[in-house]
């Protein structure tokens, strides 16, 4: 089983309990939902906010009834929110690292009646040997900041910064900290800017995670680039892998989402 602490939000913190109107949250707050209704996701207004690279990671591999799931860097929590709702049978523990992200996404985990079995640790993907057991975990999802400390302008707010770009910790650290805390034959998955695709390919390989399912994510038909790429990795696994057939977000340009990505949500 893995070691971990629970991490009691300091704030925001309303006993698990849907609010009623009158006390809907504060103006910096947004109470959004998945599945119908049937999932809430409190997130920031103006900071960061999830996008459909966490919906898509949510939904890219199935856990088994009892398994254990990891969501490192986990934002507000969505990803482990998503795959809590998909399967009532499995445990979600989510890492982050700043404090009041930290405490929003335990606060979605409790209020979405979660609360037995979504769990989050504050803490750094660097120092992943001191909040975790080695090889505690059946899955780890994982939707890493994209851009190189350098590169681009940074964000203002300081959410948004840490989550887009590699101020705190690099696509190799997450890799790293997956690495440590997946089983062995247990499976990683990540999704990634399609263009950095070898640097995050380079550090799977290396950390003895051998990709097995590639699907490259399009904007629309009709790109010639995929934007991203969604990889699971099987710890020690062989060398086969399978490329699956591109994923299309929009229907086209300017235009609505397709079906499969609509499904998603719903």
């Known amino acids: ?35 119908q209704g049937g999932l809430i996701c409190r997130q920031s207004r103006d900071g960061y906010r999830f996008s459909v690279d966490a919906v898509l990671a949510a939904h890219f591999s199935e856990p088994k009834p009892g398994q254990q799931l990891l969501d490192l860097g986990c934002g507000c929590g969505v990803i482990g929110l998503i ?5 009532p049978e499995i445990a979600v523990c989510s890492l982050e690292l700043q404090e009041h992200l930290a405490a929003l ?51 203002q707010d300081d959410q948004a910064a840490c989550a887009r770009h590699e101020l705190t910790a690099s696509v190799e650290d997450f890799v ?25 390919l380079n550090a799977l390989q290396l950390h003895r995670l051998t990709p097995k399912r590639l699907q490259p994510i399009y904007s629309y038909p009709g790109t010639e680039s995929a934007r991203l790429i969604l990889v699971e990795a099987v710890k020690n ?29 719903r």
């Open 1 to 35: 089983m893995p070691v971990h602490r629970r991490f009691e939000p300091i704030f925001f913190s309303h006993g698990g309990h849907l609010l009623p109107e009158s006390q809907q949250p504060l103006p910096f707050l947004t109470d959004d939902t998945l599945f």
């Open 83 to 87: 795959m809590a709702y998909r399967f």
């Open 105 to 155: 996404a335990q606060e979605n985990g409790d209020r979405n009646g979660f609360a037995d079995r979504f769990h989050v640790i504050r803490g750094d993907v660097c120092a992943i040997g001191s909040l975790l057991s080695p090889e505690s975990f059946d899955i780890v999802v994982c939707n890493p900041p994209y851009r190189k400390k350098d590169s681009g302008r940074i964000n």
């Open 176 to 200: 790293s900290a997956s690495a440590h805390c997946v089983k062995n034959r247990g499976k990683v998955v990540f999704i990634y800017p399609a263009v950095r695709c070898n640097t995050l």
């Open 237 to 265: 696994g062989g060398e086969q892998c399978n490329i699956l057939a591109p994923f299309y977000i929009y229907e086209h340009k300017n235009g609505d989402y397709t079906p499969a990505m609509l499904a998603l949500y």
